[in-house]
């Protein structure tokens, strides 16, 4: 019969580039239709990097939707490394829609 094995670990704040993961709150960003060139599979790559949870997708009105942890600038950040050229005011924060069902 197979005991069981226990794992201790450090529950302590996880950095990503700006983002303190405890305690942070997704945020959703939605860029403008008309500054969005760069692939979508670009796009979420960069920001993948820096937040693994972050979710990206296009939505109903053709604007670049983005779910987060990262603060504005790093959202930025990958966004230009993408080859996107967002300016701040682009880049409109709206609350979260996330339940936190999937964990992501």
Not at 35 to 64: N, Y
Request: aromatic share 2%; glycine share 12%.
């Amino acid at each position: 019969m197979a005991g069981l094995t226990w794992v201790i670990a450090d529950t302590g704040p996880v950095r990503m580039m700006g983002c303190t993961s405890q305690g942070a709150t997704a945020v959703q960003y939605l860029v403008a239709a008309s500054s969005h060139v760069a692939s979508l599979d670009s796009i979420t790559g960069r920001l993948v990097d820096l937040d693994p949870a972050a979710l990206v997708d296009i939505d109903a009105s053709g604007r670049l939707r983005i779910s987060t942890l990262l603060a504005d600038a790093d959202v930025l950040l990958a966004l230009g490394l993408a080859g996107l050229a967002v300016a701040a005011g682009d880049l409109e924060r709206v609350p979260s829609q996330c339940c936190g069902g999937c964990g992501g």
